[in-house]
Structures are given as structure tokens and as C-alpha cells.
């Protein structure tokens, strides 16, 4: 039988619940146990898809298509289980699907209430997502409960989980809370009242954790750890103080040396074999000995919050553990990107344009592509940057001077990029354009297969095959397709059903290493295994850096 942790946070948002989910995770995988994660969203959206990256962070997209929190990015960061669209629910979800149930007659003319139809359903989607009753029922689920006790809206979540363990043997279940401890620099001493506050309000609802997650600035002195256990009704030994870090994967190590793991594999009857965190510590060993350092310039549009590239950033730090560098990336907002200033770039070692929706910064994104080819520095395009650097390559080399995608110009003449059934048809008419639409259904998603051309980069990063994630509406269009390539492009991959567009790169006799993939290959990247693309991308860095010797200055790294 599945045994349930219950993650719920206090105080403040933010505190990294799903970071200390996915280390317990790894925990408890190291100690052989099969173990997965879900989390629970309390917002109304139906996924986070149509939420701008400012307001949510990234969207994270699972092997199956379902666009997520990018909590689940972490998990899949930290233990080898796959993700899938039963890993990620929201309030939105579960009220379109009990409203759909009354809707068909299936509660027989009652009433439908909070209590009971909208927290069996909860109850339900979890049992989905720990897979009980299926081939892929696991050992241990952790639910991840979003948002801060005391909210309103995530209050039926949390009844739902207290009805959960109810009706689970005691061994079965077990509550961890986040909280935070913050340090008054006025009064010079930690305070812990916001935390005895919180796990007051959780366990007015009939919740009593059974360990706390005390967040810090510092790790908390055993006599404050002590307080904090006599007012929650927590044994100290429960009370874990999780303090900032320079790398988030040091924590799984953190957590373990304070016996987490152990506790609660004694809550919930569970005898495994010790814990063996080894590929942990060469990971962090590897991050704090690197041999070399390279200088990356992240033109994007939604650079003042570093969660909309959470998985990006992490992609590159694993290619740094996998080719022993240190990746500083500083991120430059393609906005203020000129013809008078986009000579910056020369300072640094390459150039990566990550995805992104609509208009605004497109110039600027567009005249970096132009900059890196024409000066031979690496670069790598990430969807929308796939589709700037063909914009690019065929306004500057392919005599479409036009050139556009109909996101950014529905009326381009010259439309390169666009929905597929906006392409042109053979004798140079439009086709009719879909007008408005699900903006949560349009979307090419999830994992897709193409064929990948021998004797290319692409070839020799992937093989014969490349199977990648995928999160975009435009497409290349394939009217324009034999022009680019009579002008020098390289298609190098192409998708096995439809016969879109996945991989353009530039011949190494032009350029030493130039290449857009229209996926999203940082979704797939793991700290232990790295991801080829962006191994291969750094190494073309490591060699521009050895060859050419910065000549300006490069902005701090962000």
C-alpha cells in the first residue's frame, strides 16, 4: 500500500516547499524506495499555461503534454521517477471535473458541496497520481499542498489531506511543515513566533505535523530548535532546521544529516536500506571544483524574474558539472537591445535566445541572432529563439527582407514562421486564419520523435533520432523551407508524423557552432546526466573562450 507525506507551508510563500519535497525524495529513492511526487495548486487556472511568467514563473511541460508548476521540474531534477499530467492538479481542475460529474447526474440529485464531493475529488486525483491499483503504484507519494496555511483557497486541499489520513491506518501517513524562522537584525536573534503561529492555524484545521522545515537565513542554535518544539507539539529531534545554500543540491544531504528520512520512515512503518547520498556529494563537489569559466548571454523578455527560466538555469549548470565549468549567465533584456549597443556581446563566450510568447524584445532577440552569426560566437536558440534566427537568416541571407512571423506581424508578406494553417498555399495565396480559440488547447506539447540529418551538428549531439518536449503554436513554414536552405541553412531534424521543422543549424565551415531547436531540451536535463545539447553548447563556449580573449567587459552575472 502507498504510504502519503503531506508537505504544507507557513508564513510566507516561497520558502522552497518543492525544493525540500524533491531532496526528501531523493532520500528516500537512495534508500531504494519507489517514490513519487504531487502537487497541489490551489489557483482557479486550469494549468498554468496561460499565466504569465511574471506572475507564476516558467511552465514546466511533462513527457505527456501537461503544461505544470515548475515545482515538478524540480522533482524530476532530483529522483528518476517521470512526471506525468496526474502529478500536477489545481482547484481549476477539480471543480471542472465535479462540475462535469453533476452535470452527467452522477451525485443522483444531491446537493453538491465543499464537503464531501470537492474533497473526495481531491482525495481522488491524488489516489490517481500515486498510481494505487495500477502497475505504477508506488512505495511513498508526497503531496506537495501549494500556497500558506491560512489562506482561503487552499483550505480544501488541506481538509482533504486531514480526511485522507483519517481513514489510512496511523502508519500510513505522515504531515511536514515548512516554515520560516527569520532573523531581526534590529533585535540580532531569530523569532520564532511566526512559526508557532503556524502550526497553531495548521492545527486548528486537525493537522499535527510530524516534523517542521525551519527556513533560516542560518542554521537555528538547538536552544531556539528546543523552543519551537515545547510550543508546536513537535519532538525536537523533528525540528529541522533548513538553512540557505549556495546550490539547492546540497540539501537532500542537509536533510538526511539531520535524520529526516529516518523519522519518517519510522512514521509510516517503513524499514529500507540506509540511505547512500554518494552521486549527491560528487555533484557538489563537482560545482564548487570547476576548472574553467564561461560567460553566457541570456537575451530574453522575462529576465527580471529568474523563475521564468528555472529549468534553463539549471540545464546550463548541469552542462558546467558535465564539462567541469563554472556557467555565469548574465541576462540581458532584448528590449534594450540596439544596433549601437548589441556589441556587449562580444564580451562574452555565447549567446543562448530562450523561448518566449508574443511581440515585445522579438527586435532585439532577432538582432542578437544576427550579431552571433555574423561573428561567429555560439549560439543556441530554444523555440522562439529557433524561430528569430530564422526570421534573421532570411531577412540578412535568404532575400526575404520581410521576413516575420505572423505573431509578431499578421499581415507579414513574407511569413516564415507561422500557425500551420496560416502557411502559404502553393500558388502564393493565405490560407484562412483561425480567429481566438482555447489558448490552453492550440499548442503543439509534450514529447515528439524526429529524424535527425547525418553528417550535422545535430547528428552528432543526438543520433539518428531526437525525442524532445515541446511547448509553441508557430512553426516553420515549410513554403519557405527550400529557399533558407538554398541560402546556406541547415534543417537537420525533422518531425516523424508531421514534417515540421526541429533543428536549424549553420554549417561549421561558416560558423563554429550555430544551432535553434524549435523543442525545449532544459525540460529533460537531470544534474547527474546533464543534457547533450547543452554539453555540446558549452564546450563550443569553452573553445570560443580559449581562442578569443574577451574584449570588453561583461555586465555582473544576475
Known amino acids: 500500500m502507498t504510504k502519503y507525506v503531506f508537505v504544507t507551508g507557513g508564513v510566507v510563500s516561497s520558502l522552497g516547499k518543492g525544493i525540500s519535497s524533491a531532496s526528501l525524495a531523493a ?56 512526471m506525468r499530467r496526474v502529478n500536477n492538479f489545481t482547484t481549476g481542475q477539480i471543480y471542472d471535473s465535479v462540475l462535469r460529474k453533476e452535470r452527467r447526474g452522477e451525485y443522483l440529485g444531491k446537493t453538491v458541496q465543499v464537503i464531501p464531493h470537492i474533497t473526495n475529488e481531491i482525495q481522488h486525483f491524488i489516489r490517481r497520481g500515486a498510481g494505487e491499483g495500477t502497475p505504477q503504484a508506488v512505495d511513498v507519494a508526497i503531496v506537495e499542498i501549494g500556497g500558506t496555511v491560512g489562506d482561503i483557497e487552499s483550505l480544501p486541499f488541506l481538509e482533504a489531506v486531514r480526511q485522507m489520513s483519517l481513514r489510512m491506518k496511523r502508519e500510513d501517513s505522515a504531515f ?6 527569520p532573523f531581526i537584525p534590529a533585535a540580532g536573534e531569530l523569532k520564532t513566533k511566526p512559526t508557532q503561529h503556524s502550526v497553531q492555524k495548521l492545527r486548528e484545521i486537525g493537522i499535527s505535523p510530524d516534523a517542521l522545515l ?18 508546536s507539539n513537535v519532538p525536537e529531534e523533528a525540528v529541522i532546521s533548513v538553512w540557505d545554500v549556495d546550490t539547492i543540491y546540497k540539501i537532500p544531504r542537509m536533510l538526511h544529516q539531520q535524520h529526516l528520512d529516518d523519522i519518517l520512515c519510522r512514521k509510516l512503518a517503513l524499514d529500507p536500506p540506509p540511505a547512500n547520498l554518494k552521486v549527491w556529494d560528487e555533484l557538489v563537489h563537482a560545482l564548487e571544483h570547476p576548472q574553467h569559466t564561461v560567460r553566457i548571454a541570456m537575451v530574453g523578455k522575462y529576465v527580471d524574474l529568474s523563475d521564468s527560466y528555472k529549468s534553463l538555469n539549471e540545464a546550463l549548470r548541469h552542462a558546467g558539472i558535465k564539462t567541469a565549468s563554472k556557467v555565469d549567465i548574465s541576462y540581458l533584456d532584448s528590449e534594450t537591445l540596439t544596433p549601437d549597443n548589441i556589441a556587449q556581446l562580444d564580451a562574452y563566450d555565447a549567446v543562448l535566445v530562450p523561448g518566449g510568447f508574443g511581440k515585445r524584445g522579438i527586435e532585439g532577440k532577432i538582432l542578437a541572432a544576427q550579431y552571433a552569426r555574423e561573428h561567429r560566437i555560439p549560439y543556441l536558440g530554444i523555440c522562439l529563439g529557433m524561430q528569430v534566427a530564422t526570421i534573421e537568416f532570411a531577412r540578412h541571407v535568404a532575400g526575404l527582407p520581410q521576413a516575420n512571423s505572423t505573431e509578431f506581424d499578421p499581415n507579414t508578406p513574407q511569413p516564415v514562421i507561422a500557425l500551420i494553417d496560416e502557411w502559404l498555399d502553393r500558388d502564393g495565396t493565405v490560407q484562412t486564419r483561425s480567429e481566438g480559440g482555447d489558448l490552453g488547447g492550440t499548442m503543439r506539447l509534450g514529447a515528439q520523435s524526429a529524424d535527425v540529418k547525418p553528417g550535422t551538428l545535430a547528428y552528432g549531439i543526438y543520433g539518428p533520432v531526437v525525442n524532445e518536449r515541446h511547448r509553441h503554436r508557430y512553426e516553420a513554414n515549410e513554403h519557405y523551407l527550400a529557399q533558407l536552405q538554398q541560402a546556406g541553412l541547415v534543417i537537420s531534424a525533422i518531425t516523424q508524423r508531421e514534417h515540421l521543422t526541429e533543428i536549424i543549424e549553420l554549417p561549421q565551415s561558416v560558423h563554429p557552432w550555430f544551432v535553434g531547436v524549435q523543442f525545449h531540451p532544459e525540460f529533460k536535463s537531470t544534474p547527474w546526466d546533464g543534457h547533450p545539447l547543452f554539453t555540446a553548447f558549452l564546450r563550443a563556449a569553452l573553445a570560443r573562450h580559449a581562442q578569443h580573449a574577451p574584449t570588453a567587459q561583461p555586465a555582473p552575472a544576475a
Do not use: W
Not at 511536514?176 to 524562522?181: A, G, M, Q, S
Not at 525551519?214 to 510550543?231: H, N, Q, T, V, Y
Open 214 to 231: 525551519c527556513r533560516a537565513d542560518r542554521p537555528i542554535p538547538d536552544d531556539e530548535r528546543a523552543k519551537i518544539s515545547l510550543f
Open 176 to 181: 511536514i511543515h515548512l516554515t520560516l524562522v
Open 27 to 82: 532520500i528516500l529513492e537512495s534508500r531504494g524506495l519507489k517514490v513519487t511526487l504531487i502537487k497541489l495548486d490551489p489557483y482557479i487556472n486550469v494549468d498554468p499555461g496561460t499565466m504569465s511568467p511574471f506572475q507564476h514563473g516558467e511552465v514546466f511541460v511533462t513527457e505527456d503534454g501537461a503544461e505544470t508548476d515548475l515545482d515538478l521540474g524540480h522533482y524530476e531534477r532530483f529522483i528518476t521517477t517521470r
